[in-house]
């Protein structure tokens, strides 16, 4: 079958690779029809993607059909369309499954990081991991998990109604936090230093930008814009200094939540955070209530990811693309892997 391997970064290779074998129980084989580029992947083909080997076949973003299922799966069935929950191998057991907290149990893996993912033609999975929808098509579920991200960093952080909220970085994921903090009825701002993206970002969501300028602080920057502090800021960069500076942005009382991942440490003035009395969190990933709540919203024609997609391709033509869509006039938001169907 058709198989896309990173063999190293910098070189991604179209392979030919077994088939996958029968399901087992409780599992499914699925033929995967589209997977979206997220930004793990970016990294991982510029060698920056933390708990990462090579070679990998990358894929967690995923659309796919099922085929067939095993022993005592009742939840899918043959032909089902379904979003597909990467994050395999929870324990159940530990404390922090206990706690709901299945997307940071210690066992974890993500499919297309830590395990083989998705960019072929078929895999089997965890049947209790697939979403299904007869309603959406495959390029809609497979962007469930990206949008996943957004929903749970603003589940975090409690977002409700009325608040000032704060989002740096309006790449995919930032657009995920500022989407469902608006579906919160929070007034939300989006923050970037690209003015292209900043127009983008209005023009795809409505969101009210502010274009940073390196040169100045950016609570001023703010303050001279909009008045008072957010209450609640989200780091979707990704970026070191740009989370080191989402420090000095929330109102006292506030909260700053990091969704972007960096490489190394990050450290912030203590009599600061302190005399603020902020409240500092970390969003890793989804839980399966995020992505059942997604597709909800989905259906109901709540949130249209058609406005994200900026660039297609057929799966064989993916790795002699790949340099053309991360050029930097290249305009990527969300690209999408079309692997048939």
């Not at 970016?42 to 080997?53: E, L, S």
């Not at 072929?120 to 962007?143: G, K, T, Y």
């Not at 952080?157 to 909220?165: C, F, I, Q, R, S």
């Not at 997609?309 to 340099?323: K, N």
Request: glycine share 12%; net charge negative; charged share 20%.
């Amino acid at each position: 079958m058709r198989t896309i391997v990173l063999r190293e970064p910098g070189r991604f290779e179209l392979a030919e690779t077994p088939a996958p074998g029968e399901p087992g129980p409780g599992e499914a084989l699925v033929r995967v029809r589209r997977v979206g580029l997220c930004g793990t992947d970016i990294h991982a083909y510029r060698g920056r993607q933390p708990f990462f080997t090579y070679p990998r076949i990358l894929g967690h973003e995923l659309g796919v059909e099922v085929l067939r299922v095993g022993d005592g799966v009742a939840s899918v069935n043959p032909g089902d369309r379904c979003a597909v929950e990467p994050y395999v191998n929870q324990c159940g057991t530990c404390p922090t499954c206990r706690l709901g907290k299945t997307n940071c149990c210690p066992a974890m893996g993500c499919l297309g990081v830590h395990l083989d993912g998705g960019m072929r033609d078929e895999i089997v999975l965890p049947a209790d991991h697939l979403h299904r929808s007869e309603a959406l098509p495959f390029e809609a579920l497979a962007l469930v998990e990206t949008l996943g991200i957004g929903k749970h960093a603003v589940n975090r952080a409690d977002v409700t109604a009325g608040e000032t909220v704060a989002v740096l970085g309006l790449g995919p994921i930032g657009l995920t936090v500022a989407q469902f903090a608006m579906l919160a009825g929070a007034d939300v701002v989006g923050v970037d230093l690209s003015p292209v993206r900043a127009e983008a970002s209005h023009e795809r969501l409505g969101l009210t930008t502010l274009v940073s300028q390196g040169d100045a602080p950016l609570p001023e920057q703010w303050a001279a814009t909009f008045g008072e502090l957010p209450l609640k800021v989200f780091d979707a960069t990704g970026h070191a200094g740009s989370m080191h500076a989402a420090f000095d942005l929330p109102v006292p009382g506030g909260t700053l939540t990091l969704v972007g991942l960096v490489l190394g440490e990050l450290s912030f003035d203590d009599p600061s955070f302190h005399r603020r009395e902020l409240t500092l969190l970390a969003s890793r990933n989804a839980v399966a209530d995020d992505l059942r709540e997604i597709i909800g919203h989905l259906e109901a024609g709540r949130i249209d990811v058609q406005r994200w997609i900026t660039h297609h391709t057929p799966a064989d033509a993916f790795p002699g693309v790949i340099d053309d869509w991360l050029a930097p006039d290249a305009g990527l938001l969300k690209g999408v892997l079309d692997f048939g169907g």
